[in-house]
């Protein structure tokens, strides 16, 4: 099973640097953007071909990670 980091890569010649899934040129927000407006993963992977259902599950593994270890603000 691939690590959580290794599916999403930033290329300054890909998007500009977007990061975006491995081997694709499908930004990873894209995939965000869809969960938040209350669409599903299937609908995703529809429109999105050439990322597969691990991909992007390991994908939302890694940000969740990286959101639960992200050290809060105290406001």
Known sequence: ???PN???TR?????GGTPVFRGTR??????????????????FLDDFPTVTRD???HALAGS????R???HSLS
């Not at 290329?11 to 998007?15: A, T």
């Not at 930004?27 to 299937?42: I, K, M, R, S």
């Not at 969740?64 to 959101?67: I, T």
């Open 64 to 67: 969740a990670m990286d959101a």
């Open 11 to 15: 290329d300054p010649e890909v998007l």
């Open 26 to 43: 499908v930004p990873f927000q894209a995939l965000l953007d869809y969960l938040e407006g209350g669409q599903t993963l299937d609908e």
């Open 6 to 8: 290794s599916v999403i």
């Open 55 to 57: 991909t992007a599950i």
């Open 1 to 3: 099973m691939a690590s």
């Open 69 to 71: 270890y992200r050290p």
